[in-house]
């Protein structure tokens, strides 16, 4: 029996660190344990106070008129967000449109045929991990600077508000895309050079395809984020617009900029309609993230 013991020490001592479960917790590790599951209880619950105290106060508002009808300071009671919800498709459907290509072509770039030991793939790798933790109202300045460089006076217009969101997300879209890349087996690589394939034609048709379930998801929480942006779109000057956009270069609001202006009006009627607002961006971004969800487990391959 003591010539057994020894043996089954390290497989034990190997399958506690296999499965994570060790049964010898001291003091400090109950405690930290404690702390962790406290601090995680008191977020969820505290976010979960704060989403029903908004949909208790905007409950009166939940009606047709919040999506089909205009802002109005004269029926306050009736006032809508049609113009901030078309702008924000607006925004999101270009936003889309300038940083998804860009964003796949540059992780493709960076994983598959630029140089490691290249002094500038270094940088741009550098840039990228910090770029992804800058804080939106500093892409919202840069979005100034371009739209300047572009000869725009009235910078609160679709063109901008895109070009804004397109630069937040850009990092992340690049990230998770080369999240995706990389996940691809390097056999299928491989193979298809072996069969005489280029690297250009190994990449586009079997590198990408293969990511595509995980590019799709990065890219759709990218714009989950966007969606939800203020403080960019307010350096450009977005505005109270009372009409829906017709173009790159028409005037827009957006759902978070009406929000944004409406909660800290004087009147309750708008804070009410603010609080639903809040609401329905909120089932827009869950939706978002659900979508995102769904081609992750539809489409995810196990290799």
């Not at 493709?108 to 490691?116: K, N, Q, R, S, T």
């Not at 609160?156 to 995706?180: H, K, Q, S, Y």
């Amino acid at each position: 029996m003591s010539l057994a013991s020894p043996a089954a020490s390290p497989a034990a001592a190997t399958a506690s660190i296999v499965t994570g479960k060790n049964r010898d917790r001291d003091l400090k590790s109950v405690l930290f344990l404690s702390v962790l599951w406290f601090s995680l209880f008191f977020g969820v619950m505290v976010l979960i106070v704060l989403i029903v105290d908004t949909a208790v106060e905007g409950a009166p508002r939940f009606d047709a008129a919040l999506v089909t009808e205009y802002q109005s300071r004269l029926r306050p009671e009736e006032t809508g967000f049609r113009a901030g919800i078309l702008g924000s498709a607006w925004l999101m459907v270009f936003t889309a449109a300038l940083a998804v290509p860009l964003g796949i072509a540059a992780a493709l770039y960076l994983e598959e045929f630029a140089g490691a030991k290249r002094w500038y793939n270094t940088l741009i790798e550098v840039s990228l991990q910090n770029l992804a933790a800058v804080p939106s109202v500093v892409y919202g300045m840069l979005a100034v600077g371009v739209m300047a460089l572009l000869s725009f006076t009235n910078k609160g217009v679709v063109l901008g508000g895109a070009v804004a969101l397109a630069l937040l997300i850009l990092p992340v879209i690049i990230i998770t895309t080369r999240e995706a890349v990389r996940a691809v087996p390097r056999d299928i690589r491989d193979g298809s050079l072996a069969l005489g394939a280029t690297v250009w034609q190994t990449t586009w048709r079997q590198t990408l395809p293969s990511a595509i379930p995980g590019i799709a998801t990065g890219t759709i929480l990218g714009l989950s984020r966007a969606i939800g942006e203020a403080a960019p779109l307010l350096l450009l000057g977005l505005g109270n617009v009372l009409f829906d956009p017709t173009g790159l270069t028409s005037p827009v609001t957006a759902l978070p900029m009406q929000i944004y202006t409406l909660a800290g009006d004087p009147k309750e009627e708008f804070r009410t309609a603010a609080a639903a607002a809040i609401i329905l961006l909120l089932v827009m971004i869950l939706a978002m993230n659900a979508i995102a969800i769904f081609i992750r487990n539809k489409f995810q391959r196990s290799w």
